[in-house]
């Protein structure tokens, strides 16, 4: 692809729109009829929730009967649909459709919450949620607090991990008498020398992965960044000119995939497992397809492990974010609000909550050297969609179970286990709006400013004079980037006092 045909593909990229269609779902039940699984004290109430889309029966699952056994409530279940979920979930609530939990986006909860739809819990958790209040760290409920109330349960992930690092033909490094480089001039240097002796591609990459290891080299480490007591954007960061200029560099003189906004990361993949790339930032999650598909194209192909690299500073540093993922809602219009709450105490109870997150050990786990190991195919047959049933996670020791299921593959353990190595020999950075609850102009805005400012740094990348960054900047701020910062250290400050 010749110079320059990278700023078609962009400007042309810049003007696609995407649009969805519709779907609809069936209506549960009214949530009022007594259950005939009494469980502990006698009878309790059917219970409704409404789940995120995914491609199971959310009523026949085995995790479904599991619950019911454990808690003694029997739940009828509802997923939104695939597409047009949030309008599909303003019209039920609109309608006044009965559910007593609902699993919710960031966007939807905050939609939800500031609408008056949502119940506040604070009360019904500090009265009936013992459990709920030991397993939920201080910081994330800071996340689901709007206005001094808390209007919803955070579920956060597996707590802090790094997804992604650079990865490399080892072969060919061994060959060339190579070292793994420590920094982006190293880097630079190991590059050159691929393109001379390989004439492939050095870099790849997808639209998606312009940040990382080596943004993270330069200083671009999180979306928001903590800069002497005030969250600074990444867009903002002086930083990012010269991160902008170094894959100016690399870009224009070959070293980088001119193909990289068109990428998907299978494609990445391709180019790297085929022998057209030499590099590619690879995420843990695809470690087994891709070892599979080079291997299978060369046998004798070794992938090696980049170390993340070194700034400034003399450190290494990774981004993070620990953003929650689902906020657990008890709608107004339930009639059953306070067995909603003992519901999910129940399955955040500690023993109840590791049957329920990677089932009983010797029959779906097992604990080797303080390890947690699947027994596989039973924890696959019936702990496959357990994830999608969760109204939160114990954040204590969920990170330490949730590891049973990388270890389904040891491929995958193997990588995963080796980048949360290399990430904890330098410095691990939170992003500090991992806690905050959704802003509004922050949620507004995001898609818009994340499109705008992802194009503009691949035109950039691609030749655009790096002089033009503080027009391009004035342009992010006044649509949206201004305020969103705004709010943001509006929050920030309060959380601060």
Not at 64 to 73: P, Q
Not at 342 to 353: A, G, P, R
């Amino acid at each position: 692809m010749k110079k320059g045909s990278w700023l078609a593909i962009v400007i042309a990229l810049a003007l696609t729109l995407t649009a969805c269609g519709g779907g609809n779902g069936e209506k549960p039940g009214s949530g009022e009829k007594p259950s005939e699984n009494g469980g502990e004290g006698g009878a309790k109430p059917n219970l409704t929730m409404l789940m995120q889309y995914s491609l199971f029966d959310p009523n026949a699952d085995p995790v479904a009967k599991n619950i019911e056994d454990v808690t003694g409530y029997k739940i009828t279940y509802e997923m939104l649909p695939a597409e047009n979920g949030d309008e599909k979930l303003n019209l039920m609530v609109a309608n006044n459709q009965n559910f007593d939990v609902m699993k919710l986006g960031a966007a939807q909860f905050y939609k939800l919450a500031t609408a008056g739809a949502l119940e506040p819990l604070d009360e019904l958790i500090d009265s009936l949620g013992p459990n709920i209040k030991a397993a939920i760290k201080e910081d994330s409920w800071k996340s689901a607090t709007i206005d001094g109330k808390i209007y919803a349960i955070p579920e956060t992930g597996s707590g802090v991990s790094v997804g992604e690092e650079l990865v490399v033909r080892q072969d060919w490094m061994d060959e060339l008498n190579l070292k793994h480089p420590t920094t982006p001039d190293e880097l630079y240097e190991v590059l050159k020398a691929i393109k001379a002796a390989k004439n492939v591609v050095p870099l790849t990459g997808t639209k998606d992965s312009i940040y990382g290891d080596i943004a993270a080299a330069f200083g671009v480490l999180n979306e928001w960044n903590d800069v002497d007591g005030t969250l600074v954007h990444k867009a903002e960061l002086p930083q990012m000119k010269e991160f902008l200029s170094y894959m100016n560099k690399l870009y224009s003189e070959g070293l980088l995939d001119s193909e990289m906004p068109l990428n998907t990361a299978a494609k990445a993949i391709e180019k790297f497992s085929s022998g057209n790339a030499a590099m590619f930032k690879l995420a843990w999650w695809s470690a087994s397809p891709a070892e599979a598909a080079l291997k299978k194209n060369f046998p004798e192909a070794e992938i090696g492990i980049i170390p993340y690299l070194v700034g400034k500073d003399g450190k290494s540093s990774v981004g993070v974010n620990l953003a929650t993922t689902w906020y657990i809602a008890v709608p107004k219009v339930s009639k059953l609000k306070e067995d909603a709450i003992k519901l999910i105490d129940s399955k955040l109870q500690k023993e109840n909550f590791i049957k329920l997150a990677i089932g009983e050990e010797g029959v779906h786990h097992e604990v080797k050297d303080g390890k947690y190991y699947p027994i596989l195919p039973k924890f696959n047959d019936d702990l496959a969609n357990a994830s999608s049933y969760m109204t939160g996670v114990n954040e204590h020791d969920y990170p330490t179970y949730w590891q049973a299921r990388v270890r389904k593959d040891p491929v995958l353990q193997r990588y995963y286990e080796a980048f949360q190595e290399n990430a904890a020999k330098g410095n691990i950075v939170i992003d500090p709006m991992s806690i905050a609850p959704p802003i509004e102009a922050v949620s507004k805005n995001k898609q818009k400013l994340t499109k705008l400012l992802d194009d503009a740094a691949l035109m950039f990348i691609a030749g655009q004079p790096i002089g033009e960054y503080d027009a391009f900047l004035a342009q992010w701020k006044a649509e949206g980037g201004a305020e969103a910062v705004q709010q943001a250290n509006d929050w920030y400050k309060s959380i601060s006092k």
